[in-house]
């Protein structure tokens, strides 16, 4: 059967030259990086050559760069870090409401011991308005912590904006940037960034790993103690074929990128264009142009169910997502697209398509032809579809 992958914020493939790459580090030099002898150099060369290749794509220096088990810890450990390390200084955290759940959740979970959570809003693009959090700074604001580009819709914040409103007033700002990363430019003082969450699996490099940019002088207390790794900062044997993979995946990303970008564009606008030609009732999330990820489309197709609707493309082949947080076996709606004052109704019949590296014109023309069909089956079946048809004929 015919297979396209159009799920890449999920997660992406390995690229090969990655893999091959960490395929060495597993079998041949399996040094420990503490070690003293020459096993050990040689890993812990390559740890630190990666180390570069991480800080080389977001502007930082790699005395900055703090290896983790993926975004989620970097996420964690920016947060919970600096609540522990600035406790004295106040207790007040300012998040947006589109955050990755490894943002909120932490967020929530310091709001149930002791901090005060402000929630900054977006509107209907899903877009965060600077002056909220400008409004929303109080002197006990110890962290602002908002996300480089939405997961689910794409959506590019003023990072530069905000971050100078942190700078100004003396507050963390922590950004979460792990759809970003290889996708728009990066550079942690143009955008005044103390700490940056970054990750491999969506870059083509490995899952398990990530790292957090931490600013030289701003305080993150560690969650992880032991050996003392990574500066004291993040203790455990490092994870080197997954960290060298990661840093060869960021130095691809890097050379790649403007090629990348403008192929997914074109690809994304094809689809989205398409499907808004051949489907009636369907909204396009999120903003267009150049405040959207270029590989992101995601859109309501009403009187359908976001789930019937992946269902269906998965058996013939093609991979997308929903907005549903049906892994978790609940099928609430995306808390992205309630943000964005979607109805739940709406929210449900969302499907989210994420373009890499690897699709072609001719996949999105598979999908152009296959998707209408798909919606058409499924409306016949809805009560709802039956209504507003016949209301139209009368
Ligand atoms: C995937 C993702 C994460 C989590 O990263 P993992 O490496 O999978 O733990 C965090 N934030 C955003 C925006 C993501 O898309």
């Known amino acids: 059967m ?26 041949e030099k399996y040094g420990n990086p503490s070690s003293v002898h020459s096993f050990g150099r040689e890993a812990k060369q390559a740890l630190e050559e990666a180390r570069n290749q991480v800080a080389e794509l977001i502007g930082a220096t790699p005395q900055e760069v703090i290896f983790t088990s993926g975004g989620t810890e970097a996420d964690n450990l920016a947060i919970l870090g600096t609540a522990e390390s600035m406790r004295k200084k106040g207790n007040h955290i300012i998040t947006s409401a589109i955050e990755h759940h490894a943002v909120l959740e932490t967020c929530e979970y310091l ?21 909220d959090i400008r ?58 960034v ?9 870059i083509y490099g490995p899952k398990g790993v990530g790292a957090l940019y ?45 090629e990348d970008a403008m192929n997914e564009t074109k690809l994304r606008d094809k689809l989205i264009n ?12 999120g903003p267009s142009g150049e405040k959207r990820l270029p590989n992101n489309v995601n859109v309501s197709i009403r009187f ?11 058996m013939l082949g093609i991979a997308a997502s929903s907005g549903s947080a049906c892994t978790s076996g609940s099928l609430d709606p995306s808390h992205v697209l309630l ?19 690897q699709n072609t014109e001719e996949e999105i023309d598979y999908v152009l032809e296959q998707l209408p069909k798909i919606v058409e089956r499924l409306r016949m079946m809805s009560p709802l579809y039956d209504q507003v048809i016949h209301a139209k004929q009368a």
């Open 339 to 357: 943000a964005m004052g979607l109805v739940h109704e709406i929210a449900h019949g969302s499907l989210r398509f994420s373009l890499g590296r």
């Open 2 to 27: 015919r297979r396209v992958y159009l799920d890449h914020s999920a997660t992406t493939p390995v690229d090969l030259e990655v893999a091959t790459l960490m395929m060495t580090y597993y079998t």
């Open 111 to 131: 709001a149930k011991n002791g901090f005060e959570l402000t929630v900054i809003p977006v509107d209907e693009e899903g877009l965060i308005s600077v002056e």
């Open 214 to 258: 931490v600013r030289k002088g701003v305080r993150v207390s560690a969650l992880v103690h032991g050996g003392g790794q990574e500066k004291k900062r993040r203790s455990g044997t490092e994870n080197t074929p997954g960290i060298i993979g990661f840093g060869k995946a960021c130095q691809l990303a890097g050379q790649r990128m403007a």
């Open 304 to 314: 359908v169910e976001g789930e019937s609707l992946l269902l269906s493309l998965d």
């Open 135 to 192: 409004k929303a700074i109080r002197p006990e604001t110890i962290l602002m912590s908002v996300m480089h580009a939405n997961n689910e819709v794409g959506s590019i914040q003023p990072i530069a904006e905000i971050g100078k409103l942190a700078k100004e007033h003396g507050i963390t700002f922590h950004v979460d940037a792990v759809q970003s990363l290889g996708k728009l430019p990066i550079d942690v003082n143009e955008m005044n």
């Open 274 to 285: 398409g499907i808004l030609q051949r489907i009636d009732y369907v909204k396009v999330n």
């Open 194 to 202: 103390d700490l940056l969450t970054v990750s491999g699996h969506k």
